[in-house]
């Protein structure tokens, strides 16, 4: 995963995954929030399996509609 803390706006932090097809990146999933209220490490720990669990699904109904 990638992350980012204030880059856009000073107050939000991003964590994001990207979505794969192929062998190439497509597209991106992220969420954004308050540094204030969490910070890279915590959004991580709490939110990336269930990033992981979306991603995976995207990839499969995507590759199931290109066949």
Do not use: H
Request: contains cysteine; aromatic residues 8%.
């Amino acid at each position: 995963y990638t992350w980012s803390v204030g880059a856009l706006d000073a107050p939000l932090s991003a964590i994001a995954l990207p979505v794969n097809l192929g062998g190439g990146v497509i597209g991106a999933v992220n969420i954004m929030f308050f540094s204030s209220a969490l910070s890279v490490e915590v959004a991580a720990k709490r939110y990336l399996p269930t990033l992981k669990d979306c991603i995976a699904r995207i990839e499969e109904q995507i590759a199931r509609a290109a066949i």
